[in-house]
């Protein structure tokens, strides 16, 4: 979705009725129906949002080789499914969070299979002892930095680098484009994550997003 900063000091009102380009959406619907993790919106700019995640804890998949990422995405959603519905070493049901991040390593070629981990916000009254699971394991993130760009509709395989490039693209001449940079140096297996907030029942007003994740201490040189 983009942003544009538009010259929105001349009225309120004027504001008011163009706020859509006027800032990126920031915090999808879906959220106000479901625990999503928290943050803090750190800047905004022409196609991007920065934000400060607080620390967080996700149940995450083994990786999974495809060359598809819906087709990825859609078998490590059924694990993390079976998971939440009580397939866990508690036998616990565990309450549908927001979003489901899928962590995407592309492959070198169109025809290779590429590396997905889908991975599920743990809730806070789960995050002190999280059930265990056969094939998941727990990722403990500390405060975390993600440059966003989002998006509606379904999110398909073709579509996907585009969305990912237009990200990176529209950080290029800003202050945060060397800490995307050197975030992605050092997590070169993770080129960007995708996030998706809604039911795949959902059909209409859909929120995607697509985060560049990198650190405080590369944050520290802008």
């Not at 991040?101 to 009254?125: H, L, N, Q, W």
């Not at 484009?177 to 960007?192: H, I, L, N, W």
Request: hydrophobic share 35%.
């Amino acid at each position: 979705m983009a942003f544009m900063r538009a010259p929105c000091i001349s009225s309120l009102l004027f504001c008011f009725l163009i706020a859509s380009t006027c800032a990126l959406k920031s915090v999808p619907p879906t959220c106000e129906r479901i625990e999503c993790p928290s943050y803090d919106v750190v800047d905004q700019g022409n196609g991007f949002e920065i934000r400060r995640y607080n620390s967080t804890e996700w149940i995450s998949t083994a990786p999974i080789e495809d060359i598809s990422f819906v087709e990825a995405t859609r078998t490590g959603f059924l694990q993390l499914f079976d998971y939440i519905q009580g397939k866990n070493a508690y036998n616990e049901t565990i309450e549908m969070t927001g979003p489901v991040i899928t962590e995407v390593s592309p492959s070198d070629g169109p025809f290779c299979a590429s590396s997905f981990i889908v991975s599920f916000y743990v809730p806070k009254k789960n995050q002190a002892d999280p059930p265990p699971a056969d094939g998941l394991h727990l990722q403990k993130w500390g405060p975390t930095y993600a440059a966003v760009r989002q998006f509606s509709g379904f999110v398909s395989d073709d579509s996907l680098g585009q969305e990912a490039a237009a990200l990176y693209s529209s950080l290029q001449g800003s202050n945060w484009a060397s800490a995307v940079d050197q975030g992605r140096k050092a997590d070169p297996t993770s080129a960007y994550t995708v996030a998706q907030y809604n039911s795949p029942f959902e059909f209409s007003g859909r929120v995607n997003e697509i985060w560049m994740l990198f650190s405080q201490e590369s944050s520290n040189t802008i």
